[in-house]
């Protein structure tokens, strides 16, 4: 944790700190604040005087250090200097990353758009050309502060932080052991066998971090788990479906992508791992964020013994897929 940086939490994170921190960039406040959808950081809409309101994002105090955000930065940075639809943070005073009063945050542009469509052929070929594109700029290096994508980070340190701690139920815990210790026995194996290449990856790209806008295409927003990892990471998350409607999507995918990037095919074998890798990690985020009333106040179907008896069976589900043939293209 920086030294600057003095709060364990949000308790602190008033409106008008928020309108505070803008202003400290030099931009004069009209006052008008909107909460965005986030939960692991905080995102505000702040209206400006005579101008485009600005969107500021105070990151979760203690997750990352400055190194690994300015890292995140650099990246999108080195995306949109390419003329990729990245939204990168603005930079003031020659830097990105700012303090305010105990917080660490970034001012970002305004992007509008929605969701593109999953079952929209066009938009997935535009969005497999685009990935193609930005993965050119991800395999040039890889991140040193930022995270590497593990069966020990998605996998087994999650699972053992939900064993030792008051979360699942104890009948649960004989099955979830078996299975973690299954997963992670075949992951490693996996991983190991298809040797796939590391790149610097957006990290959670599906639809809800890309803005579609009619006139202009997508974009892509919200880099904060960019990490090194396979190129499929960035692909298998804006898949919908049954299996051949996901198979259907991909192929388009593809066909955009490799207009402008190889792909590693044998990486098709990492789809459901990662889905299930994906699954597991979840859990343990919400659990790890119980304590912060935002997530108390907005999964309260969460940590019941209904949702974790939902979770145990759809892993059992998930090892039965990945007995099966694994993913392939036509």
């Known amino acids: 944790m920086s030294e600057i940086e003095l709060y364990p939490n949000y308790d602190h994170l008033t409106p008008d700190l928020v309108i505070n921190s803008v202003e400290s960039l030099g931009f004069l406040s009209d006052a008008r604040i909107f909460p965005l959808n986030s939960y692991e950081n905080r995102v505000y809409q702040v209206g400006i005087e005579e101008n485009d309101p600005v969107i500021v994002k105070f990151y979760r105090p203690g997750r990352w250090s400055d190194a690994a955000i300015l890292e995140e930065h650099q990246y999108s940075l080195d995306l949109a200097e390419l003329e990729l639809p990245a939204v990168p943070p603005m ?17 970002f542009r305004r992007q509008g758009g929605q969701a593109p469509e999953q079952d929209d052929f066009d938009q997935l070929l535009w969005l497999g050309r685009l990935l193609g594109r930005m993965h050119k700029v991800g395999g040039t290096t890889l991140f040193q502060a930022r995270p590497t994508l593990t069966v020990e ?32 026995q075949r992951f490693r194996g996996l991983f190991e066998q298809i ?12 639809i809800g971090n890309i803005l579609w806008h009619r006139e202009t ?41 490799e207009e402008f990037n190889t792909f590693n095919r044998r990486e ?33 179907w969460f940590n019941t013994d209904g949702y974790w008896q939902h979770h145990v069976n759809s892993l059992e589900e998930q090892r039965q897929l990945l007995d099966d043939e694994p993913f392939s293209l036509f």
């Open 195 to 206: 040797k796939p290449q590391w790149i610097r990856c957006h990290g959670d790209c599906h």
């Open 91 to 107: 930079i003031f005073n020659g830097t990105t990353l700012h303090r305010f009063q105990g917080y660490r945050f970034a001012a």
């Open 153 to 184: 980070r998605l996998v087994t340190e999650p699972a053992q932080f939900l064993l030792e701690h008051p979360f699942l139920p104890e009948y649960l815990k004989p099955r979830y052991r078996q299975l973690i210790e299954d997963f992670s």
């Open 217 to 257: 295409g997508p974009w892509f927003v919200d880099f904060d788990d960019c990490q090194n990892a396979p190129a499929v990471q960035d692909l298998w998350m804006l898949l919908a479906g049954s299996r051949p409607e996901q198979i259907s999507q991909f192929s388009e995918l593809l066909d955009g992508y």
């Open 268 to 300: 098709l074998q990492l789809i459901e791992p990662l889905r299930t890798m994906r699954m597991i990690y979840y859990a343990c985020w919400l659990a790890r964020r119980w304590d912060d009333p935002a997530f108390t106040s907005n999964f309260t």
